[in-house]
Nanobody, 114 residues
Framework: QVQVVESGGGLVQAGGSLRLSCAAS????????MGWYRQAPGKQRELVAD???????NYADSVKGRFTISRDNAKNTVYLQMNNLKPEDTAVYYC????????WGQGTQVTVSS
């Protein structure tokens, strides 16, 4: 099973940027599609972005053009660069496998003030 440690969250003003990192273990990372998810208070967890083992990416409409997902297979790490952040991006951000995500980590809190 995958084990993940997310980092890089924080408090930022609207329009600011953050870069999240996720170190993964317990899987053959280079062969695994990964995703970034988020859960805002009172809402269900949603997929924000995903990246295939070959590097193809997909984004939720709400973040398209602002967020960029990338991966470094040598470091077993997936990143989420978040630019032009909005208050509605406030959530706990998690990374996990794209297919059958289980064993969620603690996540990292992102708070965007207006």
């Amino acid at each position: 099973q995958v084990q993940v440690v997310e980092s890089g969250g924080g408090l930022v003003q609207a329009g600011g940027s953050l870069r999240l990192s996720c170190a993964a273990s317990g899987i053959i990372f280079r062969l695994t599609a990964m995703g970034w998810y988020r859960q805002a208070p009172g809402k269900q967890r949603e997929l924000v972005a995903d990246i295939s083992r070959g590097g193809n990416t997909n984004y939720a409409d709400s973040v398209k053009g602002r967020f960029t997902i990338s991966r470094d297979n040598a470091k077993n790490t997936v990143y989420l660069q978040m630019n032009n952040l909005k208050p509605e991006d406030t959530a706990v951000y998690y990374c996990n496998t794209y297919f059958n995500p289980v064993n969620w980590g603690q996540g990292t809190q992102v708070t965007v003030s207006s």
